[in-house]
Each structure stands twice: as C-alpha cells, then as structure tokens.
C-alpha cells in the first residue's frame, strides 16, 4: 500500500486526528496490510481535517474530515477505487481552496514531517543559511533591507532597518528574540509553523543572529502552545547536533544558540518591550522608548525582535533572492501574507496570499460566506484590537496603507467573520472590558480610560432618551481619542479602532440612527 500522511497539528488532533491514526494502525494490522502511516503538519485547510492523504502516480489525493468510524471504508475504498469513497477529495492540491494560493511560507505545509532535518532539506531548507554565510553580514542585511520585508506582528515596521540598526551597534553582547506570544484572537499562523515547520524558524534566527552579530536568541512562546513547545524544543536539539546550531553554525565560524521561554498568559507580552521585561523575569511592562530595542533591549543590549512570521521569511529571502521576494505583493506591501480565517465561516483555515487580494475574495471565495448560513454581517481584521469591517468594504485590498485610509489594520493577519445575528455594541463593549483586563496598568488612558469606556457604552445603551444617547456618544468618541493618541503602546492606542467602526458602521446596534452615529 502507497503510504498515507496525516496531520500531527494540534487542531487536527483536537478533532480526532490522533483516534483516526489509531484506527488506521490496527485496521491495518488486522488486515495484515503494509501500512506506512507518516504524521505531517497540516495544510492549514481546517475545515477538512482531520485530512488522510495518500500517494498516488498523479500526486497525493485526500479525504476528510475523516473520524475513527470511517476509517474501515476508507481502506476499503484505497484497496478499490479511491474515488469511489463520498469523503475522496481528490488531488489535493488542485483543491481550489489551495491551488490559488501562493505558498512561499507555508510551501512545506502538510507536506513534510516537522522534526524530520532530512525532510526539510529535501524541500530547500538550510539553503538560505548556506547562502547567507557565503554573501557575509553586510550582504545578507542588504537583501533583508531590499527584499521590502516588514514585521508580520502589525506594526509593518521594515525589517531591514532593524538589521542594519543592531548590525552597526556596537555591544558586547547581542540578542535574537523572536515573539511567538500570538494571541490574537482568529491566528493561528505562528502555531502551525512552529509546530509544522519548525527548522525553518531557526534557520531565519541563525541567518539574523550571523548577521548582526548576536550569539543568543530566544523564542517566546504563549503558554497555552505546549505543543509548539514540545516540538520546538526538540527540534533545536536535532539542529544543535547537526551543526546548525552552536560554536560554528553551519560551518560560518560564527557562533549562535537559542532556547524557548514560555510565557504566563498575558496579552501585554506580545507588545515587544513588556516581552523584554518577561524575558528579564520581571512583570511584563511597556517600557517607554526611546530607547528603542534595537539599541538597548534585552538586558539592556541591542536586541533584534521579530515575530515568528517575520523571521520565518528569512530563508527564503536570501534563498530565491530579495527580488523574487519583491516580485509578490503591491505598493509597499511586498511578499506574501497568511491570511488565517476563523469565527463564523464555512471554511476556516490558512490562506497565504501576496498582499493585494481583497477582503471580499477571503471571505467569500476562500471562507465560503458565513458557516450558519446567514448574510455576513462584518469581519473583524487584525485580532481583538481589529476594525469590524462592513461587506460594503470588503473590496478593499488587503493591504497595509489601503487598510489604514479607511481606519482599520491588517494586524498579524487574522480575519474573524461574523453574521447578522452579532451585536456590535457588545462587541464594542468587549474590546474595552479586554483592554482594561490585560492593560499592563503604566500608562492612565489604558488603565482608566478602558474602564471608563465600559461605563460609558453601559450608559449609551441605558439612556432612556436621545438626549442621553448623543451626550455619551460625544463622550465615547473624546475618549476614543484619547486612547487612540494617549496611550504608551498599541493595546490602548487601538481599543478605539473595534469601537469607533462599531459605533460608525452599525449604528443601529446602539440605539442610533446613523447621523447620530457620524456627526
């Protein structure tokens, strides 16, 4: 029997992937079948896992979402006539779905085993490392810088400049931090990588560490990813013994090592200074800048922090070259971005696109519309944070400066979709009470205003009378701005973004008529 391939990703195991595997296995062995059964990551086409693929002369063809009950006619259908199977897929990757994507991150998705070094290898990786010891710091910098990458964490900041920035600082003593503390709500992008793929996360820290000359580096990890942990960890362990890791990386001559920490759970610690101070074993607290990290970060030392996606794209980068790279994308949003659906949607999942695809195509053509069947009502983009965008601007390109003239951000990606039934002035509540709870508590307009933002929509759908309704409106919108531009760090400075395109959008759900609203 050709051999099969089912995913080892935590989602596909949290709906039964681990229960078909078993099955798989003794169906097998009480049919005296050859069975070799290989756990992969996952393709990021949730709504069809658990997802059993299968080698065939054409490529793998696929069938899902499989349970332990189906497993028997499934090895029926494979000694016959696969197609022949209701759950058969098909070729795999001429699923719509993913044959429109352009997978340069996620290119080993489903594909290859995640701790396998010869696996990894055989689909290009350690290629970009090879290359960037050959070119030097100086031109590995240069490619970084000219390749147009940008932090994949929100704030897009050019990831070039920060090379060059800790490159030409002078210090004893460097640092690597890579923030994989996503907690967005609808991401789930860095944890498939990490648990997927995750050589090719230590390969884009060694080619960063070589470059600007730092020796250590650390993957912060949110607790609530222990198998990302797991599976990080052990494969630092195998690049460490295979040279990839250590006193001579990669045969450079140079030296780098990292190790993972694990978070306590607070959203505040995706903000890269209060992860510095959980680094440090200090409570997690936004530091003022300047000085920004790149010159005095961790410990003090010029620190080079990206998340997960960012240093992801490294390799490739210096693997294909900063203008292959540049081939992808529109205006100043270069390469590609995966995009990662959930909330009330027919088809969640993982979708790498180049910037420039609409909302619209993501939802609709890739989500499927709502999972309940109902009109959609909007989509919050960019985490808890995010606008919730109304379909009447979902032809809006995905993009970083297209997003942010009609006041909302892309963010790290995720896209939570939501039908009519939503009520948005409770949602508008919700990113309130949420920044009052994880405010790091530095700064007054996070730590008071949040609170008084509560208070205030409390009062707003309370008042008895117009009059009330358009006095806490007025209040609502000073104290938008007063986040919006008062605050220390994002968590405050954007709490106005889910809030103000709730109360502008969908007026209604505050008792408003929409010139109430808008005024």
Known sequence: ??????????????????????????????????????????????????????????????????????????????????????????????????????????????????????????????????????????????????????????????????????????????????NADEGDSGTFADRMLMEGDPFLLIEGMAIAGITVGATFGYIYVRSE???????????????????????????????????????????????????????????????AKPPIPALKGLFGQPT??????????????????????????????????????AGNVRQGGLVERAFGLTLRELVEDYGGGTASGRPLKAAQVGGPLGAWVPPSQFDTPLDYEAFAATGAMLGHGGVVVADDTLDMAHMARFAMEFCAEESCGKCTPCRIGSTRGVEVIDRLLAAPDQNGRDEQVIILKDLCDTLQYGSLCALGGMVSFPVASALKHFPADFGLQPSEAEQ
């Not at 630092?236 to 040279?243: T, V």
């Not at 990386?249 to 610690?269: H, K, L, N, P, T």
């Not at 490294?314 to 292959?324: H, N, R």
Request: proline share 5%.
């Open 304 to 341: 080079l922090v990206h998340n997960v996606l960012t240093l992801a794209s490294v390799p490739l980068i210096l693997a294909k070259g900063a203008q292959f790279y540049r081939d992808y994308g529109m205006g100043r949003s270069l390469g590609t971005m995966p995009f990662q659906l």
């Open 225 to 287: 990813y222990p198998d990302a942990v797991a599976t990080l960890r052990a494969a630092l362990n195998i690049a460490r013994d295979a040279g990839y890791l250590g006193a001579n990386v990669g045969g450079s001559g140079q030296a780098f090592d990292m190790e993972v920490r694990v978070g306590a759970g607070a959203y505040i610690c995706g903000e890269e200074t209060a992860l510095l101070d959980s680094l440090e074993g200090k409570r997690g607290i936004v530091r």
């Open 1 to 178: 029997m050709p051999t099969l391939y089912l995913p080892c990703d935590s989602l596909a195991r949290a709906v039964g992937a681990d229960e078909v595997s078993t099955a798989l296995i003794t169906q097998a062995k009480e049919r005296n079948l050859p069975l070799e059964l290989q756990r992969t990551s996952s393709r990021g086409l949730y709504w069809l896992e658990p997802l059993l693929e299968m080698d065939t002369p054409q490529g793998r063809i696929g069938f899902g979402p499989l349970t332990a009950a189906d497993v028997l006619s499934v090895l029926d259908a494979l000694e016959g006539e696969p197609s022949a199977h209701p759950l058969a897929l098909g070729l795999v990757e001429e699923l719509p779905y993913l044959k429109t994507q352009q997978r340069l991150l996620f290119a080993r998705a489903g594909i290859t085993r995640p701790l396998s070094l010869d696996d990894y290898r055989a689909h290009g990786g350690f290629e970009g490392l090879t290359r960037a010891i050959a070119l030097g710091g100086e031109q590995t910098a240069t490619a970084v810088f000219d390749s147009g990458l940008r932090g994949r964490g929100g704030a897009a900041f050019p990831a070039g400049i920060k090379w060059r920035t800790v490159r030409a600082t002078e210090a004893a003593q460097k640092y690597i931090v890579c």
